[in-house]
């Protein structure tokens, strides 16, 4: 494999106005995120963005950048169009998409998507990790992985909910929205029309289950913490208080 991390970044956020530049110890959102990439050390960092606010903050601490249309549906699409201009080549045949809300996310979760991928049978990798809070069992908002396990702590995925799935007994899987592409799937994925079950429960991934392709998971101990809204940021900022 040789992989590059693409982190896409909009600033058209509804909850959280500006979120990349969100500050957090000094430094704007992204470039926490851009530097969990960096440490995960698996290839080159790249930002995708449509904003030139964002692209200064990332080339102001000697970041990549490639600027992308502004109309893009999902951060895929927008990762899809950055990998094309900046490499169309093809010399990178993995996409690591990280997304841009995620700083706490840890170097080793990025490096621990790309473990599937040594089967050539599996097209994209993804993390989930173990729900514990009762209230995240039943929370639309957090995404729940349905899956075989095919070894310990790596799941074959069937499908993705916002429902309470599965039934009966045993763990529940919280999805962490970080993918590990091969390129080509990728690049076949976002050229897909949206699938009936992924409009139905608004989850982009599912788009690449109903074409057929295979997604694996991978088991980590943390969910890192995504931020959507002001308390988010604040957590956050707590979170990396120790990095400051």
């Keep these: ?98 997304q841009g809300d995620l700083p706490t996310i840890a170097p080793a979760a990025i490096r621990a998507s790309l473990g599937p991928l040594a089967d050539p049978d599996v097209h994209a990798a993804t993390l989930v990790a173990e729900i514990h809070r009762e209230e995240e069992r039943t929370a639309p908002s957090v995404v729940k992985m349905v899956g075989s396990e095919i070894a310990p702590g790596r799941f074959r995925c069937l499908y993705f909910t916002r429902a309470t799935a599965p039934t009966g007994p045993g763990p529940l899987w919280h999805h962490i929205g970080l993918y590990a592409w091969r390129r080509g799937p990728m690049l076949r994925m976002v050229a897909l029309p949206p699938s009936p079950l992924e409009v139905r429960e608004k989850l982009e991934q599912l788009r690449a289950l109903e074409a057929g392709m295979r997604m694996d998971a991978v088991v980590v101990d943390d969910v890192p913490l995504g931020v959507d809204t002001p308390e988010d940021l604040e957590r956050a900022r707590e979170m990396l208080r120790g990095r400051a």
């Design 1 to 98: 494999m040789n992989p590059v991390i693409l982190i896409p970044s909009r600033m058209a956020a509804t909850r959280l106005p500006g979120k990349p530049l969100a500050e957090i110890h000094g430094a704007p959102m992204i470039v926490h995120v851009w530097r969990r990439a960096m440490e995960a050390a698996i290839g080159p960092v790249l930002v995708a963005t449509d904003s030139p606010e964002v692209a200064q903050a990332i080339r102001a601490v000697g970041g990549e950048v490639a600027m992308t249309r502004g109309d893009h549906p999902s951060g895929t699409d927008r990762i899809a169009e950055a990998l094309t201009a900046w490499d169309p080549e093809g010399r990178y045949d993995t996409v690591v998409n990280v």
